[in-house]
């Protein structure tokens, strides 16, 4: 393992918000360095590859950076392009696919954080955290779903053209795939836990979807969930009872959830109820440990469709203009 090396900050994720605080971080001439444990803004990376942003170009900006895009509504490619070119122009210090895999304080009268990665360690007078949400995606814990034709990242429809598709979820990343899968050719059926598509679903697809659905050219099953997934086959419970569909894919897009257990091994403290919202101060952002801080849509717990980009980019100069107003410890 190479020897230790000192920031004044380390950010923990490298996704718009991550490298917002970078931006802040580089004007404040702060040293700081961001880890990313996969490719740069991952989980945009991750999502479909025709996606279409609900916000627009200029919401999506960070830094004061325009976003330039040749459509109302920004596409994923674009946006990909976009935060490469502001990593680019501002040569931000970050390391990519370095997952980080603890942090420790040295000791409480001096917090200077020790972090440990894949493959380095490092110390850190402040640590940011802004690991987002798209990590870990909620499981189905039903039989068969370990088995390779289930995925829980849709990318692209021309894999399922002209196979039998089961969809599960009811919100964009399902309504996405379902609608696209089926213009490949892909025989595709929808199980849907609730009586409807989500509310939340963009307001130019859900008519698209639901039509598609009342037409018949893709079946729906309402309060419905999966049984097992079996190699040719997929069982679900419906208000009539099993049913049992022949099948070669499942895309589960059943939403993702926050590593909320990487926060509780720092010491931060979660609410006590089904939102486990992080203990931040909310005109600074700095959690009930000292010196560390969470940006970004991390900051509501397990409320995950309460802060996007566009709400949360002021999170990096919150953070960051407390930094500057403290006295770095070893900077």
């Not at 674009?78 to 935060?83: I, N, T």
């Amino acid at each position: 393992m190479n020897t230790n090396t000192h920031y004044t900050v380390i950010i923990i994720g490298g996704g718009p918000i991550g490298l917002a605080c970078a931006l802040e971080a580089k004007k404040a001439s702060l040293d700081y360095l961001v880890l990313e444990k996969g490719s740069l803004v991952n989980s945009l990376y991750n999502y479909p590859s025709n996606m279409t942003f609900f916000s627009t170009s200029e919401r999506l900006e960070i830094g004061g950076v325009p976003f330039v895009s040749n459509n109302p509504k920004p596409t994923r490619p674009e946006a990909l392009e976009y935060y490469r070119r502001v990593t680019t122009a501002y040569q931000l210090n970050i390391h990519l696919f370095e997952k980080v895999v603890s942090v420790s304080a040295a000791a409480a009268s001096e917090p200077v954080y020790t972090v440990t990665t894949s493959k380095q360690v490092y110390t850190a007078a402040y640590i940011i955290i802004a690991t987002g949400f798209y990590d870990i995606p909620y499981l189905l814990n039903v039989p068969g779903e370990d088995l390779p034709k289930v995925t829980h990242y849709y990318k692209e429809a021309h894999p399922y053209a002209f196979q039998k598709v089961l969809v599960v979820g009811a919100q964009n990343s399902s309504v996405d795939a379902a609608l696209e899968t089926w213009r490949k050719g892909a025989d595709v059926t929808m199980v849907i836990r609730k009586d409807d598509i989500g509310a939340r679903v963009k307001y130019w697809v859900r008519p698209d979807i639901i039509n598609r659905i009342l037409e018949g050219s893709i079946k729906a099953y309402y309060h419905s969930t999966v049984h097992e997934i079996r190699e040719h086959e997929v069982d679900i419970i419906t208000p009539e009872g099993l049913v049992t569909l022949p099948n070669d894919w499942v895309i589960a897009a059943t939403g993702y959830q926050p590593n909320l257990e990487f926060l509780r091994s720092m010491g931060i403290n979660l609410s006590n109820d089904e939102v486990m919202c992080p203990s931040i101060n909310d005109a600074t952002h700095e959690t009930n440990v000292k010196n560390i801080f969470l940006a970004g849509v991390i900051c509501g717990g397990m409320n995950t469709h309460r802060l996007f980009i566009e709400n949360s980019r002021e999170h990096a100069a919150k953070i960051i203009n407390k930094i500057k107003k403290d006295k770095p410890v070893h900077a």
